[in-house]
Nanobody, 129 residues
Framework: QVQLVESGGGLVQPGGSLRLSCAPS????????MGWFRQTPALEREFVAA????????YYADSVKDRFTISRDNAKNTVYLQMNSLKSEDTAVYYC??????????????????????WGQGTQVTVSS
């Protein structure tokens, strides 16, 4: 049984930083595309960042590029999302997800929530003074 468990969310002031972690069980994350998405009550689930399988390539939404970094620790089977220079508009529930390898063009595949087979329960990030 596959489970993805996120942690690291919380309340932070604008300009601050948080690091989210995602620890899958029941799958080897290096064999999957691992993505981060976020959702607010007003918006559909939005792509944030992804790291492909194998030798990873990373992709980011324009809204977080140069502020957020996705990374992997394969020895710990854990994926991270380092979030710097946080803004109030980054407030959302953040979800970790895993997608099996595909021949579909990677950027398109990894940025689409429909590609992802497994999802975590989400962790709340609130950016507020």
């Amino acid at each position: 049984q596959v489970q993805l468990v996120e942690s690291g969310g919380g309340l932070v002031q604008p300009g601050g930083s948080l690091r989210l972690s995602c620890a899958p069980s029941g799958l080897t994350s290096s064999n999957y595309a691992m993505g981060w998405f976020r959702q607010t009550p007003a918006l559909e689930r939005e792509f944030v960042a992804a790291s492909t399988w194998g030798v990873p390539t990373t992709y980011y939404a324009d809204s977080v590029k140069d502020r957020f970094t996705i990374s992997r620790d394969n020895a710990k089977n854990t994926v991270y999302l380092q979030m710097n220079s946080l803004k109030s508009e980054d407030t959302a529930v953040y979800y970790c997800a895993a997608a099996p390898p595909s021949l579909i063009r990677r950027r398109t595949y990894c940025s689409s929530h429909s590609s992802y087979q497994y999802w975590g329960q989400g962790t709340q990030v609130t950016v507020s003074s």
